[in-house]
T-cell receptor, first 117, second 112 residues
Framework: GAGVSQSPSNKVTEKGKDVELRCDPI?????LYWYRQSLGQGLEFLIY????????KSGLPSDRFSAERTGGSVSTLTIQRTQQEDSAVYLC???????????????FGEGSRLTVL | GNSVTQMEGPVTLSEEAFLTINCTYT??????LFWYVQYPGEGLQLLLK?????DKGSNKGFEATYRKETTSFHLEKGSVQVSDSAVYFC???????????FGRGTSLIVHP
């Protein structure tokens, strides 16, 4: 597809279970971001990947959260032992590079809504 | 650190009214500034941007001017439509970081 694709669009899970959220970025985009959108809280940065460089994990809220990006394309965000406060919409975005570096514009997917019961 | 402050919503207007959504920022260096829009059921998409002081970004009738002296990037539209109902996010990316910082978003509701 032409845009950023995320799956699942909705996920309901029980407290303590692990979940995986998938992001397929726009082809050719080397930068990939995960954000979390909670009600009334705006967008909270989680993790950033750029090409083959080590990811910037500075936004991950706890060691229950991890992410990987395979082959410089698809990314998976994993939340272990989910808690109710993890309930949110998880947004993935990708961004192209130009000769001057990252343009700054992000292209977002529609998000994965996670509900932890 | 970097931060973005937006006016609280929701902003409720009648069709054809004038819109202003305030955005102020704190940043190191000289940031690029952005407005993103999230229509119901859709992902965020870039609305407009400005990369240096006094630049004006514009798109779809919306405008915002990069004001370095007041560290502001207020979003304006002269005549809103029902189809403009959405959540608007102000964001910045400072020169030293590739990670944009977003405001909390402002919900706009336009009534016919």
């Amino acid at each position: 597809g032409a845009g950023v694709s995320q799956s699942p669009s909705n996920k309901v899970t029980e407290k303590g279970k692990d979940v995986e959220l998938r992001c397929d970025p726009i082809s050719g985009h080397t930068a990939l971001y995960w954000y979390r959108q909670s009600l009334g809280q705006g967008l909270e940065f989680l993790i950033y990947f750029q090409g083959n460089s080590a990811p910037d994990k500075s936004g991950l809220p706890s060691d229950r959260f991890s992410a990987e990006r395979t082959g410089g394309s698809v990314s998976t965000l994993t939340i272990q032992r989910t808690q109710q406060e993890d309930s949110a919409v998880y947004l993935c975005a990708s961004s192209p590079w130009d000769r001057a570096g990252n343009t700054g514009e992000l292209f977002f997917g529609e998000g994965s809504r996670l509900t932890v019961l | 650190g970097n931060s973005v402050t937006q006016m609280e919503g929701p902003v409720t207007l009648s069709e054809e009214a004038f819109l202003t959504i305030n955005c102020t920022y704190t940043a190191t260096g000289y940031p690029s500034l952005f407005w993103y829009v999230q229509y119901p059921g859709e992902g965020l998409q870039l609305l407009l941007k400005a990369t240096k002081a006094d630049d004006k970004g514009s798109n779809k009738g919306f405008e915002a001017t990069y004001r370095k002296e007041t560290t502001s990037f207020h979003l304006e539209k002269g005549s809103v439509q029902v189809s403009d109902s959405a959540v608007y996010f102000c964001a910045l990316r400072s020169g030293g970081s590739y990670i944009p910082t977003f405001g909390r978003g402002t919900s706009l509701i336009v009534h016919p």
